[in-house]
């Protein structure tokens, strides 16, 4: 998932619609424009057709922008989002609760239910927020685990080169907030600031070495982390907001299907961040086909019939 994707809900306001009519069959599944967001759809959509739900795909609709205010004008009925991005949603992004994983999804289940009539169901123990990664032999062999030992290697004189998009090196809630939480600065020369929001090119130039790069930015639950041998260290302080998976959707749907949320707690229970990794790099690093990686993950887990 790419910063574009997660955050351009901050860039244009969402023209609010009134209460929706009664849901009608079947139910529209749409997602962002992301890996992630179109693996998590085909297996709400796999779940609920099994479970005689009809379910019309409308997956990789685009962006956070488009796809909430699609909701929102029910023009789809569900779609994976993340509980951090009700802090723009309602404009309270500087209320600590986001940086609180159970305290976020309660906060947004609320304000949504109040205000728009849409329904959060339990959240996937999965943060896809920023952190820093480092190279894997770096982190070996200068036992780095936590940002915290990243400090103090850099403090220390140790050699360091992270790449990153602008909005990552520049914006106050990511490295700088980094920076201030853990008490280390990075110069102009320990950074290399490539175009676009995307993590692949920086995860590949610290994984290879490219041009002195051995740390970079990441989001949690990329596909590419683990294929590339990274290391995402810890961040104890918790200096970011929390970004889980949920499925969001119309309460009148919820309402003419009161079977959704036992359908979809299993599949959103077992989706954590090693989960999520590994079916990311399925189809971003294997060049899989995101609805058959989902139907084989959920086959696996005894949550889809074999056949």
Same mark, same amino acid.
């Given at each position: ?61 685009? %962006?956070?922008?488009? /796809?909430?205010? @699609?909701? &929102?004008?029910?023009?789809? +009925? ?5 509980? *951090?991005? #009700? ?47 480092? %190279?894997?032999?770096? /982190?070996?062999? @200068?036992? &780095?685990?936590?940002?915290? +030992? ?5 403090? *220390?004189? #140790? ?149």
């Amino acid at each position: 998932m790419t910063l574009v994707t997660r955050r351009m809900a901050l860039l244009a306001p969402i023209v609010l619609a009134g209460f929706p009519a009664a849901a009608a069959e079947p139910v529209k599944i749409g997602s962002k424009i992301d890996t992630e967001g179109e693996l998590i759809g085909a297996m709400i959509i796999a779940v609920l057709n099994q479970a005689g739900i009809p379910t019309v795909n409308r997956l990789r609709l685009g %962006n956070t922008r488009i /796809a909430r205010a @699609a909701l &929102l004008a029910g023009e789809i +009925d569900l779609y994976p989002e993340y509980t *951090g991005n #009700g802090a723009f949603f309602f404009h309270v992004d500087s209320d600590p609760v986001w940086k609180n994983a159970k305290a976020g999804e309660a906060r947004v289940r609320e304000l949504d239910a109040a205000q728009n009539h849409i329904a959060w169901l339990a959240a996937a123990p999965a943060n896809n927020t920023w952190g820093i990664a480092v %190279n894997g032999d770096l /982190a070996a062999k @200068a036992k &780095l685990r936590t940002l915290a +030992d990243f400090a103090a290697y850099v403090n *220390g004189g #140790g050699k360091i080169r992270v790449a990153g998009s602008a909005e990552f090196v520049e914006s106050a809630a990511a490295l700088p907030a980094f920076q201030t939480a853990y008490g280390f600065k990075l110069s102009q020369d320990q950074l290399l600031v490539l175009a676009g929001g995307g993590t692949s090119a920086p995860e590949k130039a610290a994984a290879e070495g490219t041009s002195g790069v051995n740390a970079t930015m990441v989001f949690g639950t990329d596909g590419a982390i683990d294929a590339l041998g990274l290391v995402v260290l810890e961040d104890p302080k918790s200096v970011q907001m929390v970004y889980e998976p949920a499925p969001s959707l119309r309460e009148p749907v919820l309402a003419a299907y009161p079977k959704i949320p036992e359908l979809l707690a299993p599949i959103f229970a077992k989706l954590d961040e090693k989960t999520l990794r590994t079916l990311n790099a399925k189809v971003e690093v294997d060049g899989q086909v995101a609805a058959k990686v989902a139907e084989a993950w959920l086959k696996a887990n005894g949550l889809l019939k074999q056949g």
